[in-house]
């Protein structure tokens, strides 16, 4: 039986490990941190860590999202994202002309794992992200 997730289960600091593998072409590797914030009934998320990538010197990248009640995830300009599943599963984006599917795993929660499928006409890649509880 799996638990429904809720928005205060993320708050507080991740680490992420990230495996990005295109159709064609070397994987890239990003690790780094996670960090789920209280910003009002919401959670400000903000990413950081190294990007590494065959043939290129390691660099900083980042990301923010803000999740909110319902686990509705938006990009940090406001636009909607996708709905996180409570209990795990399935989830997408259209953003013309790319798709983005994600499938949630929370199975072994508090460690989970989001693993992205993107297709469009320049992009073919699986980004498998694994988050675990800072410390661990």
Request: aromatic content about 16%; overall charge negative.
């Amino acid at each position: 039986m799996s638990t429904e997730r809720v928005l205060a289960d993320f708050e507080g600091a991740w680490a992420i490990e990230r495996v990005i593998t295109p159709k064609v072409g070397a994987p890239a590797r990003f690790s780094g941190s996670a960090t789920w914030t209280a910003q009002g009934d919401a959670l400000a998320y903000a990413e950081v860590g190294t990007l590494y990538m065959d043939g290129a010197a390691p660099m900083q990248a980042e990301r923010r999202y803000l999740w909110t009640p319902g686990l509705h995830v938006y990009f940090d300009d406001g636009r909607f994202f996708h709905t996180v599943p409570a209990a795990g599963g399935e989830a997408s984006h259209w953003c013309d002309p790319d798709s983005y599917n994600v499938s949630y795993d929370f199975s072994g929660w508090p460690d989970f794992r989001a693993t992205w499928t993107v297709e469009g006409p320049r992009k073919s890649y699986v980004m498998t992200n694994h988050f675990r509880p800072s410390g661990r």
